[in-house]
């Protein structure tokens, strides 16, 4: 009996330590900004709008062409840690970018949940396609690492007649991330969160182009090759020699512009 309650309570324990470092580890929001679009040289729009009760901000950085990028990014930091990378996209490629924090980011109101991201990106497609006017084909969805799932989800729900889908540094599964940190166990038995993008991204109905680091230190390589055998055609797989989990525009740019050219 004694052993029997031993190991309940071990396993509560680790129940709960689990789901402790589930949280812990997923959002690693910032509120500080070290930058902005003007201090880039960037014309842009400060923007605020609603997500379940939750205002969010962010950026819409114009420019000539008629598509519009929106963002998804990581999990970590917030919009203006992606400036670098706005700034190069829109001298390669022209388009617009509709940059937003989730609730808990930046000045973004609210706590962060798998739930709650993927209302706030439809809130954000919802802002581009009726306050802005953008016609859905003309939007390019972009989902950076946990980004990725949430552009999975926002394919499948709200924008299924976008333009298409860049995924960079994606993953699996959650699942699959914690195995590979927890030496293998089985620990997405007892996670609340799913985010599974291998399990959904074969529905999908727009082109995929997933790029990924094979150098990448944080979501194994092998992972988005998992993700792209996956995903329905018409797709394509850019692997960036050398590229780690950030860097690939910086790493390569010739090769990453030209994939997203094409």
């Avoid at 670098?84 to 617009?96: H, I």
């Avoid at 808990?104 to 109101?109: H, N």
């Avoid at 195995?179 to 007892?190: A, M």
Wanted: glycine share 10%; aromatic share 12%.
């Amino acid at each position: 009996m004694n052993i029997v309650f031993g190991i309940l309570v071990i396993f509560i324990f680790l129940f709960l330590w689990i789901r402790w470092q589930e949280r812990s580890g997923l959002f690693f929001p910032s509120r500080d900004f070290y930058s902005s679009p003007a201090a880039e040289g960037l014309a842009f729009e400060d923007v605020y709008l609603e997500s379940d009760g939750n205002s969010l901000h962010g950026w819409y950085i114009p420019a000539s062409g008629d598509q519009v990028v929106l963002w998804m990014h990581g999990n970590a930091g917030n919009i203006a840690d992606r400036l670098d990378q706005a700034v190069e996209m829109k001298r390669a490629l022209g388009v617009s970018s509709f940059m937003f924090d989730y609730r808990g980011y930046g000045k973004s109101e609210g706590r962060p949940s798998e739930k709650g991201l993927y209302q706030d990106a439809e809130a954000a497609f919802k802002w581009l396609t009726e306050t802005r006017g953008i016609n859905p084909g003309n939007i390019i969805l972009y989902g950076h690492s946990l980004g990725s799932a949430v552009s999975v989800d926002l394919a499948l729900e709200k924008g299924m007649n976008a333009g298409g889908m860049v995924l960079e540094s994606p993953f699996t599964s959650a699942a699959d991330v914690a195995r590979t940190i927890y030496f293998g166990l089985p620990v997405g038995l007892v996670m609340s969160v799913t985010l599974d993008n291998i399990g959904r991204i074969g529905e999908v109905k727009m082109p995929i182009l997933i790029i990924h680091g094979v150098s990448d230190t944080v979501i194994p390589f092998e992972m988005g090759k998992k993700l792209f055998d996956a995903a329905p055609e018409p797709k394509t797989f850019l692997p960036i020699a050398g590229g780690d989990h950030s860097d690939c525009y910086y790493v390569a740019p010739e090769e990453y512009w030209s994939s997203w050219k094409d």
